[in-house]
């Protein structure tokens, strides 16, 4: 029997058990019925199920052709030559080198199209002939009157009157003069190419503006620094020029390109002066308060204006061949490359000569054009004689411009002394020039015969690889026909067509 629920025959253990056991009984069905719950609500989370994708064939064409041809290879009845397996080779070349060499010289010249037609790269290389290699004349009429004083100020000792006797002069001096030196010669170019010379820095956010894409720097000034004397030809080697080049410019236009327009933007700078020096020269001997007028007086100055004649012969070739040959000419070639660049594709039945020039140039990418760019620097500073190699001549040259200052310099001393020209000093000058003007043509003559002085023999030795090596070829085969190249037979015949320098003892 069961009362209240438990049965009679239970002894009272069992019976004190029971509702402990009817407890946890009912507490397992409660977990259990909350576990179905969970697992109800669990289930209805759920996404939903779909269904399986489909499976994805990767046997393309070629691993059918292959498989085929591999299968029909192992069947020992088969001796036809066609079904046998191609070799590697073969393989690699049909399908991986034959593609590239069609596509390369595609991707080439759509990038360098963007960089010639859309980002304008001609302007800014234009930009830079301008200002670093004195391209522009009115920023050169400006910066040698700013600097030198033009044809009233002596061109030694502008710096010491205009600027104290500090050397090198503060930045903050030079500020105001050398900006509105840019800034007139920026005027000047036309708005059409200001707009398309600043559009590169819009379109990736900078704010740069034309007028301060291009400032002066100076150099910091050490004990060791060539510039400390302002009486040395280096004196003004602490000037440089930046140029804020904008991306993607910068692909094409490197700070290691930079760094070479201001080797030449310095070299040229001291030509400038130079010209200055001369002309200053030209004006003291023909002032009449340097001079007694008396017969010895009249001899001394005679010699001094044949003196001077020849220093100014000298000069002005040197600094002709200079701006004429090693930078315009140079310049021109390389900017008509740049046009004909940006012409390709080419039609079949163009020229030979353009056949020739389109197999370097017609798959150039922006990197292979930088590297062209510091290629025709590298013949400009060659031909300038300021590479590494060519220290021994760049020193004859330095003493020779020292020379011509020294010049200068004895005849302000002579004005500020007893009035009479120091004639002892000047006959020294003129012997030192002379010396170096004959050890540098001689130095000409033997490069000359040595094949040395053939700008592309040159090089070619310095570029046995890569790139530069082949631009070199270009140059050589067009500056063959042209009858061009010999840049030291060129200097050596403007200089001493007379022999005077070779044959005076």
Sequence with gaps: ?????????????????????????????????LSDKAEDEHKDRQAPSISRLREISLVSEFSSTLDWIMETHQNPKNTDPEYFIPSLDTIAAQSVHQPLEIWCPLVSESSMSLFIHKFH????LNFLHRFFLFGDDIFSGSIVSALFGGDKRSALHAETRTYGRQWPPRASDLNMSLRAVLLESIAHIPDKVKRRIARATDQYGQTLDIDD??????RETRPDSTWRDPRAINAFDFLYLVYQVPYPISVVITP?????????????LQIHRLNAATNHIYQKLHQSHVFRHDTASMANEDALHRMRFRIDQFMTTFGNYVFDTAIRATWKT?????????????????????QQSSDLFAAMDPILFSEYHEHVLDRMLFQCFLKQSQRPIRAIIEAMFEDVLDFSQALDDSRSGAGRTDEKRCGEVIRRFGMHAEQFVKVLNKLHDRGVGRLGNVMNSLHDQGASGLFGDF??????????GAFAATLLTQLDISGFYVNDN
């Design 1 to 33: 029997m069961v009362h209240d629920g438990i049965p009679q025959a239970m002894d009272d253990t069992s019976r004190a058990q029971f509702p402990m056991i009817q407890q946890g009984q009912t507490m397992m069905t409660a977990t259990t019925i």
């Design 213 to 218: 894409m291009i400032t002066f720097g100076v």
């Design 475 to 484: 140059y050589d085969k067009r500056e063959a026909r042209q009858g061009e």
């Design 121 to 124: 790269v001609q302007d800014h």
């Design 256 to 268: 290691r390109i930079l760094e070479k327009y201001n080797r030449l933007f310095s070299f040229l």
């Design 334 to 354: 390389f900017m008509q490359q740049v046009e004909v660049t940006g012409e390709y594709p080419r039609d079949q039945d163009d020229g030979h000569n353009q």
